[in-house]
């Protein structure tokens, strides 16, 4: 493949995502609403997509664009003490639901990525976010996979390979981190 056909497939996928305008405005609505209420976004993901998770919170707790305040987000991916602990006497399965456990809190938003939509771990998680009253979101690929069933809502980018799905993930999240901070900061 040409380097020249890779970027007619990435703006072809880019293209589509653009019909995802309506599940953006509602993902949005529940990222700038949770941290209107004192919560947080809370990420996880495997691989790439938590290079994708540690990203975006940071983009959240430092800045994205706007000088502002610190925002509250934090991924679960981050702590290896805590990763290696729990995947030793728990099993790998539990990695993010022990952690979501001790962390999170009614109100808060949990934000799984996985491209297939199926990762068990994240899965695992969502359960516990249900019964802790969190929110929970899904990035995922056009499938959804299991996620997409779970979430409160899930944003579905429109491809079926696995780098070009992580290509549109980390566009949305900083649209969405872009959106958030602008309209949190113009109520400050």
């Not at 919560?39 to 938590?50: M, P, Q």
């Not at 809190?105 to 996985?114: L, P, R, Y």
Request: glycine residues 12%; negative net charge; aromatic residues 6%.
């Amino acid at each position: 493949m040409s380097f020249e056909s890779y970027c007619q497939t990435v703006a072809r996928n880019f293209e589509a995502l653009g019909a995802l305008e309506g599940v953006m405005v509602q993902a949005a609505d529940i990222w700038v609403e949770a941290l209107k209420n004192g919560n947080k976004i809370i990420f996880c993901g495997n691989g790439g997509s938590a290079a994708d998770s540690q990203h975006l919170a940071a983009e959240l707790v430092g800045r994205y664009i706007l000088e502002r305040e610190s925002l509250p987000s934090i991924a679960l991916t981050v702590d290896s003490s805590a990763l290696t602990a729990i995947a030793n006497d728990y099993g790998y399965e539990q990695v993010f639901a022990r952690q979501l456990s001790g962390l999170g809190k009614a109100g808060d938003v949990f934000v799984g990525i996985t491209t297939s939509g199926n990762s068990g771990n994240i899965l695992a998680a969502v359960k516990v976010a249900r019964k802790m009253g969190i929110k929970v979101m899904g990035f995922t690929g056009k499938g959804g996979g299991q996620l997409a069933e779970e979430c409160d809502l899930c944003i579905k980018v429109p491809s079926d390979t696995t780098n070009h799905i992580q290509e549109m993930h980390i566009a949305v999240g900083h649209y969405l981190c872009g959106v958030t901070e602008t309209r949190l900061c113009s109520v400050r």
